[in-house]
């Protein structure tokens, strides 16, 4: 759904069902703040935030690695 949502990211998400870990690389995240790019990562996941998936980690890169 993420890679959906931000077309070229890359994603590695880590779970047990409910509960997960995302790490997501995307270029959409150039100069945008912590909170704006844990918002879009949340964005692609729309509704299932409030049903399967029970809780989120979110960490988040620039391909360079500044963000």
């Given at each position: 759904?993420?890679?959906?949502?931000?077309?070229?990211?890359?994603?590695?998400?880590?779970?047990?069902?409910?509960?997960?870990?995302?790490?997501?690389?995307?270029?959409?995240?150039?100069?945008?703040?912590?909170?704006?790019q844990?918002?879009?990562?949340?964005?692609?996941?729309?509704?299932?935030?409030?049903?399967?998936i029970?809780?989120?980690?979110?960490r988040?890169?620039?391909?360079?690695?500044?963000?």
């Amino acid at each position: 759904m993420i890679e959906n949502g931000l077309p070229g990211s890359a994603v590695q998400v880590t779970g047990d069902g409910t509960h997960f870990e995302a790490f997501v690389v995307s270029e959409a995240f150039t100069g945008k703040s912590r909170l704006q790019q844990h918002r879009m990562v949340y964005a692609t996941l729309g509704s299932n935030m409030e049903g399967a998936i029970h809780a989120l980690s979110i960490r988040t890169a620039t391909p360079s690695g500044a963000a």
